[in-house]
């Protein structure tokens, strides 16, 4: 709940401007104990992979950030997507 | 970047007394044009299936928010993973 929260208080509701085609995600892992492989950056390769399924985005697009910190990692992955056709070719 | 500022300022860093093992997945889509089909709803299937592959967990466990409004899509997963050893047992 906090993040729709957070989703609602930064971004601008008016994007229709900006008109970019854009996809966040967002996975953040709580680790109950410490020194154990993350397994994140191998669920980044298949979150691409399923993604890449639904649009056909290129890998030079997508963005990716990852941190770890005590417990916790978070992977960031920012994808600017290819702009669509308003209206289907004829 | 703007939402490692939000985990950072949001979350305990003191996590270690709750010792739960959690996996949070945000999907934000900003879409160019309206009016689209979502896919959201399929790339939450797929993006489940791929993190059961790493992580026993059940689907009981994995609360789940989805909201739209104007040109933005949020797919929120939580998800309570079961507690590990923190030792392998031999």
Redesign the interface.
């Known amino acids: ?4 929260d ?2 609602r208080s ?2 601008p ?1 008016s ?2 401007n ?16 410490r020194g ?1 492989p993350s ?1 994140l950056p ?2 980044q390769q ?2 691409l992979a ?2 890449r ?3 056909d985005v290129d890998l030079d697009a997508v963005s990716v ?1 990852y ?1 770890q ?4 990692e ?1 992977l ?1 992955l920012n994808i600017v ?1 290819p ?2 056709p ?1 209206a289907p070719r004829i």
Do not use: C, P
């Open positions: 709940m906090g993040l729709l957070y989703f930064n971004q509701k994007s229709a900006v008109a970019k085609e854009r996809l966040q995600i967002l996975v953040a892992h709580d680790r109950a104990t154990q397994y191998q669920l298949e979150i399923v993604i399924k639904y649009v950030n941190e910190e005590d417990s916790r978070i960031e997507l702009d669509v308003s």
